[in-house]
């Protein structure tokens, strides 16, 4: 059974900094592109960060700079190492991977498994 399962989140100040992850089971996280997405209240979900097969990274333009996702394909484990925190990262965060040849944000909406999310509070 493929599942994705986040955690790390929780709330810190602003200038503040979290860690999440996201442990895949079911298949081989190396495999595909995998990707963090982030949901705030009253907001579509939005692409922050994805990392390919071979570990080539793209980011949102909001997060470049403070935001680093990796992987541990040992651990079959996903990380977003998340600095210098404001409040508008607040949001439900995502972990999804996605089995389409190109790794791109949008190839996730319409081939992406998604997990239940963990939620960051950012308090200014």
């Known amino acids: 059974q493929v599942q994705l399962e986040e955690s790390g989140g929780g709330s810190v100040q602003a200038g503040g900094s979290l860690r999440l992850s996201c442990v895949a089971s079911g298949y081989t996280a190396s495999r595909t592109c995998m990707g963090w997405f982030r949901q705030a209240p009253g907001k579509e979900r939005e692409g922050v960060a994805v990392?390919?097969?071979?570990?080539?990274?793209s980011y949102a333009d909001s997060v470049k700079g403070r935001f680093t996702t990796s992987k541990d394909n040992a651990k079959n484990t996903l990380y977003l190492q998340m600095n210098s925190l404001k409040p508008e990262d607040t949001a439900m965060y995502y972990c999804a991977r996605s089995w389409t040849a190109n790794c791109r944000v949008r190839d996730f909406w319409s081939n992406g498994f998604w997990g239940q999310g963990t939620q960051v509070t950012v308090s200014s």
């Open positions: 990392i390919d097969r071979d570990g080539t990274t």
